[in-house]
């Protein structure tokens, strides 16, 4: 029998740093609700509310909060990581590290796509696949990417880490640097397909400042915040970058994706924030009831976060089906209806996060890594990351039809991609699973 939320809580231990899990609550919630309420859903079609009302791009200054999930992620990767290295001086703990950090990310991701994968080929089978139903055949992956980057920070954490011990912001100085150099080389010199590097370089400087966090070296963060918005604020207003840190659709350029070096400035000024507030969001997790429902929340904080999308897209298709005017995006009558599509959306996840949330449960951790078994981890993380990642682009629309994607110049189909995440996941299960003798 698992342990209750009420019970965690009582057991947390004083040394826990409560703002932390705050935090990862915080931002993953943000994003499901501005996905929700960015949705603007005709019978066309799903677009985008901040390209019909422009003016609205700004608020994803404060709104666009994934980066502060990673910088989350980088601070627990260091201690989980430094913890198993004193647990086991003499060994390599990489395979149980990966193993560890991964169980409460993939056994719900993988529950995710076997069940729309199975969904999305009877659906197709039966001659289905159009309307509403295609578009969500499409769309329910898209968040993937999330996990994918996800699944990068934890595999490089260790010689990540070590460099941040070794050289502090040095090391963050460097990621930053190569950021730089490759929108140099992307916007200046108009070279092909560099760009892509930021996927790595941004992510993964912003993951570099969890470790800072980690080492208490954040001792300015009023001065990171406005340098941060004050770089952001110039890319945008001097350079070719757009307005909004989220992206567009029909946009020639967007922040996000691939990431951009403004959305690197974002990253710094959203993490100087949350610094800057980590008194009081401590002086608040600190109350028993308050910590109780952050407990609890971050035991689904995944399992919802893959199943808002189903959720919302569910909720449309029942308006369509029951021939509930849908009305034209930002007009009156569309907001005066928002509150009750947002309420039957998290109604519809609180029902699917009870189906599925068993999957979020950790299972048993290992006693002791095995020698030798780093090489198979690597192997199962690097399948799972492409898989996801292209599982991501192509969706599960046109399973007959063979449809693919392009991943780093390969052609990728959902079946291919669920099957490298799926072997891959397995490979770190068996490396990581360690020995008890």
């Not at 690097?382 to 292209?390: N, P, S």
Request: hydrophobic share 55%; proline share 5%; aromatic share 8%.
């Amino acid at each position: 029998m698992g342990t209750s939320a009420r019970e965690l809580a009582d057991l947390t231990p004083g040394t826990r740093d409560r703002y932390i899990d705050l935090l990862r609550v915080v931002s993953l919630g943000t994003v499901v609700i501005g996905h929700w309420l960015m949705a603007a859903v005709t019978d066309d079609g799903v677009g985008n509310l901040l390209a019909v009302v422009p003016e609205l791009q700004l608020l994803t200054w404060v709104l666009q909060i994934m980066p502060v999930f990673f910088f989350v992620g980088g601070f627990s990767h260091a201690l989980s990581y430094r913890s198993l290295r004193r647990k086991h001086p003499d060994r390599s703990v990489y395979s149980v590290f990966l193993r560890g950090r991964l169980q409460r990310l993939l056994r719900p991701t993988m529950a995710f796509v076997l069940v729309w994968g199975a969904a999305a080929l009877a659906v197709q089978l039966l001659g289905g696949g159009g309307g509403m139903t295609g578009v969500a055949l499409r769309l329910v992956t898209q968040p993937l990417w999330f996990i994918g980057i996800y699944l990068a920070m934890v595999a490089f954490t260790p010689p990540l880490l070590k460099l941040h011990e070794r050289h502090g912001w040095a090391a963050f100085g460097a990621l930053l640097g190569a950021a730089v150099a490759v929108d140099v080389l992307r916007f200046a010199a108009d070279v092909p397909f560099v760009e892509f590097l930021n996927f790595a370089f941004v992510w993964l400087a912003v993951h570099q400042l969890g470790f800072l966090r980690a080492d208490g070296r954040i001792r300015m963060p009023a001065a990171l915040a406005a340098a941060g918005l004050a770089g952001a604020a110039a890319l945008v207003a001097l350079g070719p970058y757009p307005l909004s840190m989220v992206g567009m659709p029909g946009e020639k350029v967007s922040n996000m994706a691939p990431p951009t070096l403004a959305l690197l400035c974002h990253g710094l000024w959203l993490v100087g924030a949350v610094e800057l507030l980590k008194g009081r969001g401590a002086g608040l997790v600190s109350r028993p009831r308050v910590w109780r429902g952050v407990v609890a929340a971050n035991g689904i904080a995944m399992t919802a976060f893959l199943w808002h999308l189903t959720a919302m897209l569910g909720v449309y298709g029942a308006m369509i089906a029951t021939g509930t005017a849908l009305p034209e995006p930002a007009t009156g009558g569309w907001w005066a209806q928002m509150p009750m599509r947002i309420a039957a959306a998290a109604g519809l996840t609180a029902l699917l996060v009870a189906v599925f949330r068993r999957f979020e449960r950790p299972a048993g951790a290992a006693a002791a890594p095995v020698p030798g078994t780093g090489p198979i981890a690597t192997a199962g993380i690097t399948l799972c990351l492409f898989g996801v990642l292209g599982l991501s682009m192509v969706g599960f629309g046109g399973l007959l039809e063979g449809r693919t994607a392009t991943l780093i110049a390969v052609q990728v189909s959902a079946p291919a991609a669920v099957a490298m995440a799926l072997g891959g996941w397995l490979l770190v299960e068996r490396a990581g699973r360690g020995s008890r003798a």
